[in-house]
């Protein structure tokens, strides 16, 4: 005899249905929690380490060559040969950072670990494999868990400064610091957009001039530019 599907019946499949789609939601919404809230420390270090090494291997092949950095700054002078203010070459420093942005855009990307697998690579986004169970630390989990694809938009702001310091350096001798500080923003993009940034302070030039610091600014002098957007 055929026996028919009750209300009763329908409404007990229907409630096991929303369970199901309740705990399989509860457990999805939790992985990627968990997996969003690791990745700024898990991307940062590889862009800290990428940014690092080719600023380093940018400088140490002089892409400074084409700059006067001393022309950066124009240091005026007062009564008593004392300093009265500092002026800033903006275009200059606009140029010196642009050219420097576009290095680090178009140089070589590496990064070696079991967690992250880089797949593609433009001038500003990075499209990277990660594990779904890396923040278990758990080996076997990394080697049968599914991966997840993410994107990283590791220069997605590049802001520069010129700072100066100027220091009292013996008897009518100052000590003139020239710095470039870096500020580059990157965003990765998954679950939850999370943003981080990388900072820099780069000495580009240190030497000893004749002047003097007036009284009123103690034993030294510092101005900047603030933060500048390329």
């Known amino acids: 005899m055929r026996r028919f599907k009750t209300k009763k019946d329908v409404d007990f499949r229907l409630l096991i249905i929303c369970i199901l789609f309740f705990l ?58 004392e300093i009265s203010d500092v002026d800033f070459r903006i ?34 986004n990075i499209i990277i494999q990660v594990p779904i169970y890396y923040y278990l630390q758990n080996p076997i989990m990394l080697n049968i868990g599914p991966k997840q694809i993410v994107k990283l938009n590791y220069i997605r702001d590049f802001l520069y ?11 009518n001798s100052l000590h003139i610091e020239l710095y470039l500080n870096l500020k580059i923003g990157s965003q990765v993009f998954f679950y939850e ?25 103690g034993s030294s002098f510092e101005k900047n530019t603030g933060f500048l957007n390329i």
């Open 24 to 81: 399989t939601f509860t457990l999805y919404v939790n992985i990627s929690k968990n997996f969003s809230g690791g990745l700024v420390s898990l991307t940062e270090k590889m862009v800290k380490q990428n940014l690092t090494k080719s600023l380093s291997d940018n400088f140490k092949l002089s892409i400074l060559k084409n700059y006067d950095v001393d022309n950066l700054i124009i240091i005026k002078y007062g009564d008593n040969n």
């Open 193 to 217: 957009n999370k943003n981080f940034s990388t900072e820099y302070s780069i000495l580009l030039s240190s030497k000893i001039v004749n002047g003097k610091i007036p009284s009123f600014y």
């Open 91 to 124: 275009n200059d420093a606009y140029n010196l950072a642009s050219e420097i942005c576009n290095e680090l855009k178009i140089s070589k990307f590496e990064y070696k670990s079991n967690l992250i697998n880089i797949i593609e690579k433009d001038e500003q």
């Open 161 to 171: 400064e010129i700072k100066v310091m100027v220091n009292n350096y013996g008897i």
